[in-house]
């Protein structure tokens, strides 16, 4: 059974990183592509990048040149870094795997909640 798990969460101060981190595990076949998601309270979930397994990716206007998306295809690892947070929370970031559309995915993880405070 496919497993998703994410790691990397906490608390950061505003114009802070943070790298989040992604595993996915109990596959007969890699994931051909990968992706992060986003939900601010009282927000619907947005896909923020992916990356696909030969290495192309994709993000969402809205963090273009912030966020950073990187994989270990070895390991079977996904990170995303965050830089320049601004004050949010608790957001919850979700690692999602097998891509079936734009955005949409078949297996997700838990997710991992970030606070950016000042």
């Known amino acids: 059974q496919v497993r998703v798990q994410e790691s990397g969460g906490g608390s950061v101060q505003a114009g802070g990183s943070l790298r989040l981190s992604c595993g996915v595990s109990g596959f007969t076949l890699p994931p051909a592509c990968m992706g992060w998601f986003r939900q601010r309270p009282g927000e619907e979930r947005e896909g923020v990048a992916s990356?696909?397994?030969?290495?192309?990716?994709m993000y969402a206007d809205s963090v273009k040149g912030q966020f950073t998306i990187s994989k270990n295809n070895a390991k079977n690892i996904v990170y995303i870094e965050m830089h320049n947070l601004k004050v949010e929370g608790p957001a919850t970031y979700c690692c999602?795997?097998?891509?079936?559309?734009?955005?949409?995915?078949?297996?997700w993880g838990q997710g991992t909640q970030v606070t950016v405070s000042s």
């Open positions: 990356i696909d397994s030969d290495g192309p990716t």
């Open positions: 999602a795997a097998y891509r079936t559309g734009t955005w949409s995915y078949k297996y």
